[in-house]
DNA sequence: CGGGCGATTGACGGTCATCAAGCTGTGTGG
DNA sequence: CCACACAGCTTGATGACCGTCAATCGCCCG
């Protein structure tokens, strides 16, 4: 098996053996409550470029990626996509305001999640306050980051879209795996593209004018940071 | 007093009284709690343009909007300017995952407000499992609101970007005030160009467009949408 | 009538998309 | 071991869309 992009350890069937629990949903549940909401969920696999779940499905599920890397899209009819978001371990996944999903999820990677159903689960969560203030801290720090973005979308030229996004994705790797300056990407240049609104080869030229200037060196599989506080006053600006 | 934008009547002192009640956060309390939450929030008014709470300012209340339109943006260090997002009646505003406001808003007419300190709102909500769901309701709905967003921003363009942003704030205006052509559009044509990632005059030169090819009317205080099909197609598109 | 602000229109240029080769690394089969 | 294929990435040439700069218009209000 290859290693993961991310260094977390593989986790057993139980939640107390949970690697991810600490920046999961679940982190505020007591003792009793693990042993009952680990009835809950069950644990599975996807092999990479599989579909976790697609836009416009019944929403069924929630997910709770474990191990892995997800992207997180949206599509046009005519076929355009905005990939809205990068799932890490710990992410919590699938809730929305319809009865379908507003947008599609899929591996990246080999990933593992825990499947949680959707009335189970809010039969679960819906007289426990605490874990109700915890789902909202997620989506209000999800909200932040999503707002984080339209700024990123609607005001910024490719070269501080391509640095503010390798800090940010370096600042989230950091929190899982601790500090370092190779940045692993399991993206394609595609999915970066679609991500920063704009064309695999804007974010190719991107890449090779960051390096041609010393900010950033290009290695398989990722990029390493040569000049991090460049990138960051580029992300900043 | 000049009318409002949206046909919702003026509120008296009283929760029972308020016209936005069944839109807002507070839709799901039952009478005696809502004698108390009357207790923690106090109404304020803003002139034109006033600023409700800035980027950066220590969060020290949540405010729930009553009457009028807000912008709320982002701003970049250089002056670059995003609107996330324009604030109608029901809308809940201030939360925050830091200790400080990570975005601005203003009043963009008279505005009306509810404010509540927030370590009394927080208390007050901290126990109560159907108000939190009723949070959590309104987040994950701005969240998939923020998504489509960005696919806005990411991935249309200019056009179709006034098209989308025309019908997507009549169907809002719809909601509060019932179905009608004309669209009042409060805001300046800077405020749509910067909720658009557009310029000012990307924005003027495709309203007239829109208006040469019989879409739109362009009236005084806003539009009229004189073939809503296009516009929808535009939108969808 | 004149000042001023917001909106519109025009001319021009830059950034990034598009289209089209070429490159690189990896896996496959002869 | 090398030829080959293939997919992902890079590079180049060209052009469109939209940003920039600047002038003008229209309207409100003094």
């Given at each position: 098996?290859?290693?993961?992009?991310?260094?977390?350890?593989?986790?057993?069937?139980?939640?107390?053996?949970?690697?991810?629990?600490?920046?999961?949903?679940?982190?505020?549940?007591?003792?009793?409550?693990?042993?009952?909401?680990?009835?809950?969920?069950?644990?599975?696999?996807?092999?990479?470029?599989?579909?976790?779940?697609?836009?416009?499905?019944?929403?069924?599920?929630?997910?709770?990626?474990?191990?892995?890397?997800?992207?997180?899209?949206?599509?046009?009819?005519?076929?355009?996509?905005?990939?809205?978001?990068?799932?890490?371990?710990?992410?919590?996944?699938?809730?929305?305001?319809?009865?379908?999903?507003?947008?599609?999820?899929?591996?990246?990677?080999?990933?593992?999640?825990?499947?949680?159903?959707?009335?189970?689960?809010?039969?679960?969560?819906?007289?426990?306050?605490?874990?109700?203030?915890?789902?909202?801290?997620?989506?209000?720090?999800?909200?932040?980051?999503?707002?984080?973005?339209?700024?990123?979308?609607?005001?910024?030229?490719?070269?501080?879209?391509?640095?503010?996004?390798?800090?940010?994705?370096?600042?989230?790797?950091?929190?899982?795996?601790?500090?370092?300056?190779?940045?692993?990407?399991?993206?394609?240049?595609?999915?970066?593209?679609d991500y920063l609104g704009l064309t695999i080869e804007t974010v190719s030229?991107?890449?090779?004018?960051?390096?041609?200037?010393?900010?950033?060196?290009?290695?398989?599989?990722?990029?390493?940071?040569?000049?991090?506080?460049?990138?960051?006053?580029?992300?900043?600006?």
């Amino acid at each position: 098996m290859k290693t993961s992009v991310v260094a977390v350890e593989p986790t057993g069937h139980f939640c107390v053996d949970c690697s991810v629990r600490q920046f999961s949903l679940c982190a505020p549940l007591d003792k009793s409550e693990i042993r009952e909401f680990e009835q809950l969920g069950r644990q599975i696999q996807f092999a990479p470029c599989e579909t976790v779940f697609a836009q416009e499905e019944m929403t069924t599920s929630f997910y709770n990626l474990l191990e892995g890397v997800m992207r997180v899209y949206k599509l046009l009819p005519d076929g355009r996509r905005q990939i809205v978001g990068f799932a890490l371990p710990g992410d919590f996944l699938g809730m929305s305001d319809t009865a379908r999903h507003g947008f599609s999820a899929d591996a990246i990677g080999p990933v593992s999640v825990c499947r949680f159903g959707k009335s189970a689960f809010s039969r679960f969560a819906e007289d426990k306050p605490h874990l109700l203030r915890r789902i909202n801290e997620l989506a209000v720090h999800e909200l932040n980051q999503a707002r984080d973005h339209m700024v990123l979308l609607g005001r910024r030229s490719a070269e501080e879209k391509v640095a503010t996004f390798l800090i940010g994705w370096r600042d989230r790797l950091d929190q899982l795996r601790g500090a370092s300056a190779s940045v692993p990407l399991p993206m394609s240049r595609q999915d970066i593209a679609d991500y920063l609104g704009l064309t695999i080869e804007t974010v190719s030229r991107t890449f090779t004018k960051l390096e041609r200037e010393g900010v950033i060196e290009i290695i398989p599989g990722g990029v390493c940071l040569r000049d991090p506080e460049r990138a960051a006053a580029l992300a900043a600006a």
